[in-house]
């Protein structure tokens, strides 16, 4: 069996230097910043100050997005499963492998070549986009995280939505001029 050399073991932080990818994760961290703060200071913190709402839910919807947006930044940057270079491959010992015309190396049968990477990685899923990198054996369950904490952030968000137009009483601590703002 062939050995991986410490030298040429794949790194551990991973990006990606993608303009329409990095692009793309300042998009998902304003867009963050954005929901956050609109949330905050238009539902959260006036229904906090009328008592509708206690500051333990204030502390899990914030313990929730800042688990989704550390996640996405964990997911960016988390070396997907980059294929190893092998030291010395024996002739016969990796007949379970393929070889990547593009990367022009072995690589295993469920490794693929991402043109974005421009690199093989191991049991790739697809690169996504929003994070600016591939979705690999190595940050999958990262990925999912991701993907886990931003539905939980929009559930609560859109929560908070329905109870502050429909079930709560008019507001009375709210800033008129935010309403107007986001209404223009």
Partial sequence: MAKFSLSSMAKRIHFVWDI????SLSIVNLYWIY????IMSIVILPRYYEGHI???????????????IISVYRSALMNPGLVPLMD???PGENLDWTYC??????????AHHCRRCQQCVLKMDHH??????????????VFMLVTFY?????????????????VYPKC?????????TFCQ
Wanted: net charge positive; charged share 10%.
């Fill in 20 to 23: 329409g990818g990095i692009l």
């Fill in 88 to 90: 010395q491959a024996l």
């Fill in 54 to 68: 206690s500051m333990g839910f204030i502390c899990v919807y914030m313990l929730i997005s800042f688990l989704c």
């Fill in 101 to 110: 015309k593009v990367c022009r190396r072995q690589r295993p049968l469920k």
């Fill in 150 to 166: 931003a539905w939980a952030m929009s559930f609560l968000s859109f929560l908070l939505c329905l109870l502050h137009w429909y």
């Fill in 35 to 38: 929901g956050v703060w609109s």
């Fill in 172 to 180: 009375k601590t709210c800033d008129l001029g935010l309403y107007i």
């Fill in 128 to 141: 996504c986009p929003w994070i600016n990198n591939c979705v690999g054996e190595a940050n999958q369950w």
